[in-house]
């Protein structure tokens, strides 16, 4: 059953015109809502779907700071186009005018936010992967204090005490807060100097070492051997003397010190100790397959004659292992082969 046009003209000829105008903001808003969803679904999902599938991060970026945009935008054009058919009284306008600037600035802040700091992310990630969090945090920050200003200048307050008052309280905070403040700083410049990165096995002038963990806005964390962690504030690690195992190749040579009796054959010794190390190069993963080990012959000690057998391992912190294998290996070896390790003799005690 359907209505008769003159039926439904009679219908509006019989309200009120407050009643007509909001039938009619109704039907603008709600058609603008339906709208915008709408290209929400169709265009905007394109749009992702097409990110999606390209190699490149820059339109992942709009496609998320585009993101609901397209309903929140249509639904304020839907309220601009409705507003004339509602009479409002003569004072309302002004506020509805400021409210309406206002819900356009938030949602312009919001995509910029969005895409500003994704932008960062992007970046960033390139070249301190640890620190795009912060990153996020910063650009955000920076785009909704700018976005507030804005703000209180389109509600007609002035901003030019509110800046100063800023600026006398960041003075404050940043008198109460010199040793965070010198921390964040210290780490930034740990993580643009890219010297030290998360991954890295350091060793620090106070005798610490271990692999970097995380290198965050106040601390840097050391995971040593042992799976403990040390935290080290910025500022230390920014002053420290540190010896970064990882910073070129890291793979590096390690060497077990064996002493053989006085009297051993050197040449079957030599002999006997490669062909073990090779053994354990063959079997365990953290040795470089490639590099052949060697024995160097260095030291008449006390007990015998000191040599060291060198293999290279991939990384340092594998060198655990690969010395714990070796020093099995050559001690049966040398057992088989009769090669004497001597042993250092107790001294006497003293005679009563």
């Known amino acids: 059953m359907s209505l008769h046009p003159e039926l439904v003209a009679s219908i509006f000829s019989n309200m009120t015109e407050t009643t007509r105008g909001l039938i009619i903001a109704g039907c603008i808003i709600s058609g603008a809502m339906v709208v915008g969803l709408i290209i929400e679904r169709i265009v905007v999902g394109s749009i992702r779907k097409f990110a999606a599938a390209t190699s490149g991060k820059i339109d992942d970026v709009i496609a998320g700071a585009i993101k609901g945009v397209a309903r929140w935008g249509f639904l304020l054009i839907g309220i601009y186009y409705a507003v004339p058919f ?3 009284p003569e004072s309302l306008d002004k506020p509805v005018t400021v409210g309406f600037r206002l819900a356009v600035l938030v949602l312009a802040i919001v995509v910029v936010a969005r ?4 932008i960062a992310a992007h970046y960033v990630t390139k070249f301190l992967p640890s620190s795009v969090s912060l990153a996020k945090v910063v650009v955000n920050a920076v785009v909704f204090i700018i976005g507030l200003l804005m703000v209180f200048g389109t509600m007609g307050i002035q901003i030019a005490p509110i800046i100063t008052a800023l600026g006398v309280g960041g003075l404050a905070v940043a008198l109460a807060l010199q040793d965070t403040l010198a921390n964040f700083f210290a780490g930034v410049q740990v993580l643009a100097s890219r010297q030290i990165r998360p991954g890295d096995y350091v060793r ?4 610490h070492e271990g692999v970097i963990y995380d290198i965050s ?10 799976n403990h962690y040390i935290i080290v504030p910025n500022t230390k690690m920014a002053q420290a003397i540190v010896l970064n195992f990882s ?7 390690m060497s077990v010190t064996v002493t053989v009796a006085f009297g051993s054959d050197l040449a079957r ?4 100790a490669i062909d073990a190390a090779k053994e354990v190069i063959a079997r365990v993963d953290s040795a470089v397959k490639e590099a052949e080990p060697v024995v ?5 000690a006390d007990i015998g004659i000191k040599f060291d057998l060198v293999v290279r391992v991939r990384e340092f912190t594998d060198q655990s292992m690969l010395k714990h294998e070796l020093i099995k290996a050559v001690q049966v070896r040398f057992a088989q082969e009769r090669i004497e390790i001597p042993s250092p003799v107790a001294p006497r005690p003293p005679a009563p």
């Open 86 to 88: 509602v009479p409002l």
């Open 115 to 118: 895409f500003a700091s994704g």
């Open 204 to 207: 620090i002038d106070g005798g």
């Open 217 to 226: 806005w106040r601390t840097t964390t050391l995971r040593v051997p042992r």
């Open 247 to 253: 910073v070129s190749e890291k793979e590096l040579g």
């Open 269 to 272: 010794v030599e002999r006997v």
């Open 296 to 300: 160097r012959f260095h030291t008449f």
